[in-house]
Nanobody, 126 residues
Framework: QVQLVESGGGLVQTGGSLRLSCAAS????????VGWFRRAALGQERDFLA?????????YYADSIKGRFTISRDNAKNTVYLQMNNLKPEDTALYYC????WGRGNNDTPAGYGFWGQGTQVTVSS
């Protein structure tokens, strides 16, 4: 089974940028749709941010981050990225990537995804 591992999180000031990576092991990511989510605090649900199809020109974004975040993929590196610009304190969260599971949930809900990574923490200071 393909396993996903997130990286690239860290501490950044307001207005700064980070690029998160979602790397696959145990198989190819090129045939999978992948989504990014975040959870602001324990006990809260994961919020949808962006998703990318096998066709990299097909992408989806939550309204809350549209224009600031960009999802992309590099199949040669078996990795999906989330470029985050103009970060705000409210972007502070644990960020996850996951595989789209067809037949389950919707494209923009956690129920539509599985094989979650462990997450990478992003903290934006004011």
């Amino acid at each position: 089974q393909v396993q996903l591992v997130e990286s690239g999180g860290g501490l950044v000031q307001t207005g700064g940028s980070l690029r998160l990576s979602c790397a696959a092991s145990g198989g190819s990511l090129s045939t999978l749709n992948v989504g990014w989510f975040r959870r602001a605090a324990l006990g809260q649900e994961r919020d949808f941010l962006a998703a990318i199809s096998v066709n990299p020109s097909i992408t989806y974004y939550a309204d809350s981050i549209k224009g600031r975040f960009t999802i992309s993929r590099d199949n040669a590196k078996n990795t999906v990225y989330l470029q985050m610009n103009n970060l705000k304190p409210e972007d502070t969260a644990l960020y996850y990537c996951a595989r789209r599971i067809w037949g389950r949930g919707n494209n923009d809900t956690p129920a539509g995804y599985g094989f979650w990574g462990q997450g990478t923490q992003v903290t934006v200071s004011s």
